[in-house]
């Protein structure tokens, strides 16, 4: 599956974006999805992820602030992030996994990435 991701930017701290992440190939053969995010110097971390059912899991520092969901019929998932904080800044790549995994905050779980879309917050 290719992964595609749109909607990155410049905003100010507390405000928001909404991210896309368009698949396309054989999606009906990846049942999970997250977002994870990169920023210099430091590990890709897990932000949320979704199941094919719907279930959905999302780190502490989001939690409440970022809501994922995907869009099954266009095959597109999404992150809105509102109350954005300097501290999101980062990358963002959408990854895709065959199979739900274990810790679905572990990149090695993921078959399929994205590019990534930069998300810049200032103070």
């Known amino acids: 599956v290719q992964l595609v991701e749109s909607g990155g930017g410049s905003v100010q701290a507390g405000g928001s974006l909404t991210l896309s992440c368009a698949a396309s190939g054989v999606t009906g053969s990846y049942d999970y999805m997250a977002w994870f995010r990169q920023a210099p110097g430091q590990e890709r971390e897990g932000v949320a992820s979704?199941?094919?059912?719907?279930?959905?899991n999302y780190a502490g520092s989001v939690k409440g602030r970022f809501t994922i969901a995907k869009d099954y019929t266009k095959s597109i998932l999404y992150l809105q992030m509102n109350s954005l904080d300097p501290e999101d800044t980062a990358i963002y790549y959408c990854a895709a996994a065959r199979f739900s995994p274990f810790n679905w905050n572990s990149p090695h779980a993921y078959n399929s990435w994205g590019q990534g879309t930069q998300v810049t917050v200032s103070s």
């Open positions: 979704i199941s094919i059912g719907g279930t959905t």
